[in-house]
Structures are given as structure tokens and as C-alpha cells.
């Protein structure tokens, strides 16, 4: 039997009608009744970071920051959602982001969502800082919290400026790969060129040693041939592993300058991926580690 949808705003419906709350009081109790689903590791940063991470009763596996999302329920992988895991936690709406439904699925999931009645509200993408910071402060103000949207977007701007004042000291561009999920077949999930990991490697001062433009799997040689200087292995792929030591042995990494100067680390994936209010703290600590001596 599927879980039947369960409606919450009944009570403060009922009291607010009977005029028992001053106003502020009422909005205090209406936001208390709304409950998120946020199948978006970036939403789910912004929403901790305004405060609002009370209101998430469910996350998609992705979203792994801030660490109190380990208590959170999880409802699978945004693009392999599961319908019954999200209906049954009683959301007043879903949060994703991307340009279509396309973002999220299978299709069948996201039509079952809508049958029962469940909202889902999405939100842009965000290709540049600018971008960002108009996500931030949108987010901000639906849900009342203007300043402290103001504060999150004025600390990344000071981050970034001070991302952009160590680089003008730097004299030379290391040449960085990024490892997604490790190895299959000897073949490397590699992200490409083109992207915000891409902007995250430039702004700390390197050089994306990947020769494609979108993610894709390249072999032992290709990696080989491409002789970076820096490897960073996102958290799934370096996990998997379990250690540096495991990733100098593997074919292709074995003969690049990053394997045989022991420089590759591991990178949180969504510090690369989505641009949010940590975005000048990420690029500060790529650039500790692409430049480390």
C-alpha cells in the first residue's frame, strides 16, 4: 500500500481563523508547518546556511554538507528518486534545481509526485558568482531572512577578492586533473574543461589538464599524455580507493608528474560542482592544495 499524503497546516490554519496569534506569530507558525524535500546538494547548503536546514525532512544522497545532514532521511540519488521515501515523509514541497524535470527522476517518480499533490519548486542554476549570490538572496527573502542572505553573499565576495589577491603572487599555473569516479576498465571519469569546476581550478590559480569539455571517461594513456601535475580525486572515487598509495599505482596516474610527487588529494565533490556561499572558502583551500609546496 503507498503511504497516503498527510496534510499539516490543519492546526495552524485553525487558530490563525480564530485570530489567537498576533500576526508575527501566525507567520511563525505557518513557517514551522513547512517541510522540504531538497533533492539539490547546493539548495540544501544555502538553505543550513540562511538557517532554514529545521525545514528539510528529507535530502537526496548527494547533499552531504552541512555534517547535519547526516541525520536527515535520504530519498536516493536526484536523478533515481524514490516516490514512496519521499511521500512518506509529508513534504509541503520538493526542491531542485536545473533547466527542466529532466533534473530529477525517472519521470514515472516525479508524475506519482504530482498526482498525490506534492509541489516541486525549482530553482536556476548558477554558472558564475553573480548567479550565485541572486540564488542566495532569493532563497533569502521567500523565507524572510534578507540580512543574513546579505551577509553570506558580502562574505563570499570578501573570499573571492581574497582568492583573487593570493593569485596575483602566484608566478606559475599547475596543471590539475580531476578524477570523478576513480577507475573502470582502466578508463578514468574525468571532469572536463568546461563548468564551474573548471572556473574553481582557474580561480586558484591552475590549469585544467583534462582534453574534453564535458565529463567523460578517458583511458590510462590519454591521462598519461595529458602529465598533470595535481590530481584531485573527488570524495566517491578517492573513498572507493582508500588512500593515495592505491591511486600512484593505478595505470596512466602512475606516470604523471602528480603521482610521482605524491600531489594528489581529495576533493568534497559539491565543493567543485555548485557555486553557494562557500564557494571563495573553496577556492582558497584548492589553492592551498594545487600550490603546495
Known sequence: ????????????VFFSSCGRFSNKQNEANKNSAVRIVCVSKQLTEIL????????IVGIDISSTYPP????????????MLSAEGIISLNPTVVYY??????????????KQLKEVGIPLKEY???????????LIRQIAKEFGVEKRGEEL????????KTAQDRLNTFTSKPKVLVIHYGRASNNYFVMG??????????????????????????????IAKSQPEIILATDFGYDRMGSEDKFVELPG???????????????????LIYLGPRTGENVLKIMDLIHKQ
Open 193 to 222: 574543461n568546461k563548468g564551474n569546476q573548471n572556473s574553481m581550478i582557474v580561480w586558484a590559480g591552475g590549469v585544467n589538464a583534462a582534453d574534453t569539455s564535458g565529463f567523460k571517461l578517458l583511458s590510462s594513456e590519454v
Open 68 to 79: 547535519e545532514t547526516k541525520n536527515i532521511t535520504t530519498v536516493g540519488y536526484h536523478r
Open 153 to 160: 553573499c558580502n562574505k563570499l565576495d570578501a573570499d573571492m
Open 48 to 55: 543550513f546556511a540562511l538557517g532554514q536546514g529545521d525545514k
Open 124 to 134: 536556476p542554476g548558477t554558472p558564475n558568482i553573480d548567479s550565485a549570490k541572486i
Open 97 to 110: 534545481n536545473g533547466g527542466t524535470d529532466a533534473s530529477i527522476g525517472p519521470e514515472n517518480v516525479i
Open 253 to 271: 596516474l602512475n606516470l604523471t608528474p602528480a603521482a610521482k610527487n605524491h600531489k594528489i588529494y581529495r576533493i568534497e565533490e559539491h565543493d
Open 1 to 12: 500500500m503507498k503511504p497516503i499524503l498527510v496534510l499539516l497546516l490543519t492546526v495552524s
